[in-house]
């Protein structure tokens, strides 16, 4: 996510031209790339605490898992 959770920015979108098309695929790539929907989907139904806590530990190995792979190709690149 690029915002932080605690900091609550609208996000914006500029109709331009008049191009109304083009100003809804932007909105839906910021809602993509914010987490919106995924959120969105996740908050329809309760989510028991064991199982909350199943999920952030399965993101948090899936981050730790990325991480690792970002810093074994970095030393290639450079």
Same mark, same amino acid.
């Given at each position: 996510?690029? #915002? @932080? !959770?605690?900091? %609550?920015?609208? %996000?914006? =979108? =500029? =109709? *331009?031209?008049?191009?109304?098309?083009?100003?809804?695929?932007?909105?839906?790539? *910021?809602?993509? &790339? *914010?987490?919106? &929907?995924?959120? %969105? $989907?996740?908050? &329809?139904?309760?989510?028991?605490?064991? /199982? $909350?806590?199943?999920?952030? !530990? #399965?993101?948090?190995?899936?981050? @730790? @898992? $990325?991480? &690792?792979?970002?810093? /074994? @190709?970095?030393?290639?690149?450079?």
């Amino acid at each position: 996510m690029a #915002r @932080r !959770q605690n900091e %609550l920015m609208p %996000l914006e =979108v =500029v =109709v *331009e031209n008049n191009n109304i098309g083009r100003a809804i695929s932007r909105l839906k790539r *910021e809602m993509a &790339r *914010e987490g919106i &929907r995924k959120e %969105l $989907k996740r908050r &329809r139904f309760y989510e028991k605490p064991s /199982v $909350k806590k199943r999920r952030k !530990q #399965r993101e948090a190995e899936r981050r @730790r @898992r $990325k991480e &690792r792979r970002r810093a /074994v @190709r970095e030393p290639r690149q450079a």
